[in-house]
């Protein structure tokens, strides 16, 4: 075959391919479930709740075969903005360190020989019913068999009252780890970072949460460390910072336990509880104490040009290129939207599942290249994401497509409607192990009414509300009220020249990746 041919065979087979694309494929002959096998109400979770000295403590019965789950809620709005630049250390480090009875590696095998699943995570998030109101936590989760109860609240209570971060030998290294883990992590969870980023110029609940600036801070200092010598003073500001978070965290006014397991353990877990208060009580003399969530404004800094202002929450839309050592684009486009239990809520559920499906899948990531493509609406916000794409401003432009397509009046049928419902109710209907039951009560104080609640509005949901939100949406991106961010491939100079020419500005997410600084 001459050249000539080839060239028409591969134009032809182009072409076949554009046209399979542009087909809508024939689902009609595939089994389905249908909206009535889907069970209206929740499976409740009953919680028995008291209160312990003070403290909330709650208790639901649940067949985790043997081991007892504790799970200690510790609000953290409370905690001064000078330290909660260090929550992310004082999370990761505590499950690793030792106390001033045991060193770090014979903590380690007590807690592997009587507990498991000791963990910290930090949890930031709107008021699932008034976007504006948002809360902060840190919640420790640590199980064990029935028989090491006794045994796993006394690690419990010598790891909280007496932990020892100044370990000579042990804290460089867990510094040295979180740096190494967060700025991997900028690659790893760049799509992540990228929502979290541009959300925080629209929702305060984002901006605290200071993703970014957490990591920047704490890569900034595992640099350091690893340059020096001299690791005493990283030790003491550790020591310091994490020994000071402590009474803020482990107080009255701020603090609830929760509990799963049997029946037959529940006096037993109480009683424990109760000598753990105790014990908080006897260690931190501002047990009692009140410490009101904290708000910064702008009046509270002298000097306008403060660096310490960039903690007051200010609404601005952003439009930056954080560059990475990557050869792909992880973009996230974002506006505003009702919180998680608000009745709007499912029908931009809905209409998130019917773009993810739809018109993004088609453009972004078969035509466009990207590796994955979709919508969300969480947390207050509304968004398109794309994930390793090598596109920037054409996905931009998709985005907003998206919203125009499912604005057109004929585009969103009964049937995309109906299979996004499905879709949604898939994720809702998941199992959920027993000692996970009544997490969302838990993490983000939403209640099995609230649930219940959202499930009708899905199945109440029509084409013309979700359409309705669609141009609603389409209208506020025309107007500009999206704050769009990109972690991507710096290394691509046309790419970083054609964004700043639209007016993007051009930052790097950490120093070490800045052109020019000596590693």
Known sequence: MCIRDRRKAIAADYDGLRSLQEKHPDLSCLPKLRLTDIPTEVERTSFMTKSILGVPFNF??????????????FRSSAVPY????????FSFALPRIGTTEHRYHKMAEELSLYTTDLSLSTVTYTDPLDAGKHDQAIILKIACLERNLDKMFDLLGELLCQPDFGDAENTPQLLRLLSTDLSNSLVDDALSFSISTAGSGLREAYHLEQKLKNTRFLCNVGSALIRTAETRHYIDDAKYHCET???YLINQNNMSIWAHGSAEVQSKVESKVENLVTRFKATFKSFGRVFAPLKLEAADFDMPGDEKADDVFSRSLLRTFYALPTQVNYISSVLESPPSMHPDKPALQLLAE?????PLHKEVREKGGAYGAGAFCSNGLFGCWSYRDPQTLNTLSAFEKALEWGATA???????LEEAKLRGFGALCQPVEPQNKGLELLKFGITDEMRENFRAGLLAATTTKVREHAAELLERARRGETSQVIFGAGGNTSQVEGLEKQGWKVEYPIEELAPGEEK
Request: proline fraction near 8%; charged fraction near 15%; glycine fraction near 8%.
């Open 245 to 247: 978070l402590l009474p």
């Open 82 to 89: 000078f330290l909660r630049f260090y929550l992310p250390l």
């Open 60 to 73: 639901t019965q649940q067949p985790t075969n043997g081991l007892t789950y504790i799970r200690l809620r």
């Open 354 to 358: 019917i773009l993810s499906s739809g």
């Open 410 to 416: 004929g585009n969103i049928t009964e049937e995309r």
